[in-house]
């Protein structure tokens, strides 16, 4: 019997009867665990946009198409070469893309050819996705370590050690990384040193990486609560749900919006967080919101269920403008493009819709 390591099997979940249940299943078949003959993480595509480039993960490889018409321009790695399973975006900076992979390794391709500059192996596995800031390459691993690379050349600057798993991508802002972790804690770390500035311990493990803004700095936990903090680390407001926040909030014009695992969309008042409307879109919404002009977009969808939607919701009133299926939806957050949106789903294939409709325009198989 062979398993791949899996960071699920490092944290007490909270699991409430029934929902909890059927929610730790889901995280189960996402994560690719298994006990039979043979199997691995497969994996998830999640697109990143680039200049006039679109890349993601297609089952063994990333690949890079045309934005425009979803033609193929390269993958990686080439021949017969397989990448082990990615679970987090791409990051892209001029020239250059970075990536990191479950099986540990971290590389830096030529955005233009898809050739290696270097790569190098972290600690364990890695899926949060890599982040870039502050002149620094930030990759987070399983095993609960942040580690600072140089972008030029992958060697280690600092590392940072949490108590437990990091699922999430660090955002760096103002000479601070902000970082999560399942051991409960948001961390503010310095930028030049890694050292810790302070910590801010949550009722639950945290997969959803931190929203900042201006405002302060959001994040939602697997206890079914959302914290608003200030930029120091001490506590503004909460909210608590019925269902688990998994990925990160979207801050738009004073509101942040934030989905979780029961298929609840809350709009919330980014200073007292008050509710301004709450849609229930009846199954597990994966992936950040993104806003698309005066609309917000999120994609649902349960693992263990045979369809998933896109919709589209008008940012101030919440209500629906409209609607696609498009069948398995990778839990990843859409990518961005004037007029268009980019949409993954689960067996490999890259959708683009007209942002005014959702209407798809082109799909990469």
Not at 72 to 98: H, I
Not at 133 to 153: F, H, I, K, S
């Amino acid at each position: 019997m062979t398993r791949p390591l899996s960071p699920l099997f490092h944290v007490k979940l909270p699991l409430r009867k029934g929902v909890g249940l059927a929610l730790l299943a889901f995280v189960i078949l996402l994560l690719g665990v298994g006990c039979s003959q043979g199997s691995s993480p497969q994996g998830w595509p999640a697109p990143t946009l680039a200049g006039n480039g679109l890349y993601y993960f297609a089952k063994d490889k990333l690949v890079a198409l045309d934005a425009a018409s979803g033609q193929k321009r390269w993958s990686f790695p080439p021949g017969d070469e397989k990448l082990t399973a990615m679970y987090g975006p791409v990051a892209a900076r001029e020239d250059t893309l970075y990536l990191g992979t479950y099986q540990g390794l971290v590389y830096a391709l030529d955005a233009t050819s898809g050739q290696e500059r270097w790569h190098q192996k972290v600690d364990s596995a890695v899926v949060g996705g890599v982040s870039l800031g502050e002149g620094l390459l930030l990759v987070p691993t399983v095993r609960g370590r942040l580690l600072a690379l140089d972008p030029q050349n992958g060697q280690t600057k600092w590392q940072f050690d949490t108590q437990k798993g990091i699922w999430s991508s660090p955002v760096s802002q103002g000479g601070t990384v902000f970082l999560t972790s399942l051991d409960h804690h948001l961390y503010a770390l310095d930028a030049v040193s890694g050292q810790k500035k302070w910590s801010y311990s949550a009722g639950g493990a945290i997969v959803a990486s931190p929203l900042v803004t201006a405002d302060g700095i959001y994040f939602g936990a697997l206890d079914r609560r959302f914290y608003a903090l200030d930029m120091g680390g001490k506590l503004r407001w909460q909210l608590e749900a019925q269902g688990w926040f998994w990925d990160q909030a979207l801050y738009r014009q004073g509101t942040i919006y934030a989905g979780t695992l029961d298929g609840s969309l809350f709009a919330l008042d980014s200073q007292n967080g008050q509710v301004k409307w709450q849609q229930n879109l009846g199954t597990a919404i994966q992936g950040a919101p993104v806003a698309l002009g005066e609309t917000v977009v999120v994609m649902v969808t349960l693992a263990t269920e045979p369809g998933g939607q896109v919709y589209a919701l008008d940012a101030a009133q919440g209500t629906r403008r409209w609607a696609t299926d498009l069948g398995k939806l990778a839990p990843t957050t859409p990518a961005m493009a004037p007029g268009l949106l980019y949409v993954a789903s689960q067996d490999g294939s890259l959708h683009a819709l007209e942002a005014s409709g959702g209407t798809q325009r082109w799909t990469f198989r």
